[in-house]
């Protein structure tokens, strides 16, 4: 059962937002594609052990604090006998194991996955303790690239690579024991701990004025739109879609961009820059959102 589901974190749903808007540096472009390959990697890991027929309670990208210590678990699954912690790593290409040290094959030093695993397990191991619960926490590396290769790799270490993940999955689904509450408890209790909001983030520095206006097309991403009555067509890929859902789309990724902005008829009108008329806003705006206040005054959550 998933008790918690893994969506696009706010970092990466804003840089996607800030790439087509912005002009990133290259460091900041290359930061945006490690979040979405490793975004890509969990999910392909969520697909695998969502197939998992033994009782168990699935919670997916929490991120825990204990003692003043923020720690982030990409994926925990918690059975009858044990609590697993699993760093999900989507590598491609070799690389090379060296005295507890992880290489690119061309000798460019990573950071070892092991050392967050291990780091988040033992925080996670006092947190549940403090709060009275004692559970067996095994943690792994799930390589989860079928394209990744990694020469040198220790047997004694808690690495499970692309060929090893169905026949470790089989193993977790022998277990037929059934769930208790305390297991349901403490899954409850992570939940309640998650934390929404990263102190990791990296999202660069920006304001309303150095962004580019429009509509984005919602297939493309092309800013090459034209309204054509009731439609917003694409012209680069043909892609339609009604206004009021193109604009109530541009609405939400306003309120994502500036969370402490209020969202008034003259600003949409600006931000969407295509819709010719600002009565269309308002209309859409108070079919789909509150209106507070009145007049000039007025805005929309």
Same mark, same amino acid.
């Given at each position: 059962?998933?008790?918690?589901?893994?969506?696009?974190?706010?970092?990466?749903?804003?840089? /996607?937002?800030?790439?087509?808007?912005?002009?990133?540096? @290259?460091?900041?472009?290359?930061?945006?594609?490690?979040?979405?390959?490793?975004?890509?990697?969990?999910?392909?890991?969520?697909?695998?052990? /969502?197939?998992?027929?033994?009782?168990?309670?699935?919670? =997916?990208?929490?991120?825990?604090?204990?003692?003043?210590?923020?720690?982030?678990? !990409?994926?925990?699954?918690?059975?009858?006998?044990?609590?697993? &912690?699993?760093?999900?790593?989507?590598?491609?290409? !070799?690389? $090379?194991? /060296?005295?507890?040290?992880?290489?690119?094959?061309?000798?460019?030093?990573?950071?070892?996955? %092991?050392?967050?695993?291990?780091?988040?397990?033992?925080? #996670?191991?006092?947190?549940?303790?403090?709060?009275?619960?004692?559970? =067996? $926490?095994?943690?792994? &590396?799930?390589?989860?690239?079928? =394209?990744? @290769?990694?020469?040198?790799?220790?047997?004694?270490?808690?690495?499970?690579?692309?060929?090893? $993940? =169905?026949?470790? +999955?089989?193993? %977790?689904?022998?277990?037929?024991?059934?769930?208790?509450?305390?297991?349901?408890? %403490?899954?409850? +209790?992570?939940?309640?701990?998650?934390?929404?909001?990263?102190?990791?983030?990296?999202?660069?520095?920006?304001?309303?004025?150095?962004?580019?206006?429009?509509?984005?097309?919602?297939?493309?991403?092309?800013?090459?739109?034209?309204?054509?009555?009731?439609?917003?067509?694409?012209?680069?890929?043909?892609?339609?879609?009604? &206004?009021?859902?193109?604009?109530?789309?541009? &609405?939400?990724?306003?309120?994502? +961009?500036?969370?402490?902005? +209020? $969202?008034?008829?003259?600003?949409?009108?600006?931000?969407?820059?295509?819709?010719?008329?600002?009565?269309?806003?308002?209309? @859409? #705006?108070?079919?789909?959102?509150?209106?507070?206040?009145?007049?000039?005054?007025?805005?929309? /959550?």
């Amino acid at each position: 059962m998933i008790i918690k589901k893994r969506f696009k974190s706010k970092e990466l749903l804003i840089m /996607e937002l800030l790439e087509k808007r912005m002009n990133l540096s @290259t460091q900041q472009k290359s930061y945006l594609q490690s979040l979405e390959r490793g975004y890509r990697g969990e999910v392909l890991f969520d697909n695998l052990i /969502e197939t998992l027929h033994c009782e168990c309670l699935i919670l =997916n990208d929490l991120l825990l604090n204990y003692n003043n210590t923020t720690f982030q678990i !990409d994926s925990l699954l918690i059975t009858s006998n044990q609590v697993n &912690v699993f760093e999900i790593k989507n590598y491609e290409g !070799d690389y $090379i194991y /060296e005295s507890d040290r992880l290489f690119t094959i061309s000798k460019k030093e990573i950071i070892n996955p %092991l050392h967050q695993l291990n780091r988040s397990k033992f925080l #996670l191991q006092q947190l549940i303790l403090e709060q009275g619960y004692s559970f =067996n $926490i095994e943690a792994f &590396v799930i390589f989860i690239n079928p =394209n990744f @290769t990694l020469y040198q790799a220790p047997l004694n270490k808690p690495f499970i690579f692309p060929t090893q $993940i =169905n026949s470790f +999955l089989n193993k %977790l689904n022998q277990n037929r024991a059934q769930l208790g509450e305390r297991q349901k408890q %403490l899954a409850k +209790l992570l939940l309640s701990l998650h934390i929404y909001d990263s102190p990791y983030s990296q999202i660069p520095d920006y304001n309303y004025e150095q962004l580019k206006k429009g509509i984005t097309c919602h297939q493309c991403e092309s800013f090459s739109l034209k309204i054509d009555g009731k439609l917003c067509i694409c012209q680069s890929c043909g892609y339609k879609e009604s &206004v009021t859902t193109a604009i109530t789309r541009s &609405v939400e990724e306003f309120k994502l +961009l500036f969370p402490d902005k +209020l $969202i008034t008829t003259n600003i949409i009108y600006e931000w969407c820059k295509i819709i010719n008329s600002k009565k269309r806003i308002q209309r @859409t #705006l108070a079919s789909n959102y509150k209106k507070v206040g009145n007049n000039k005054w007025a805005y929309y /959550e």
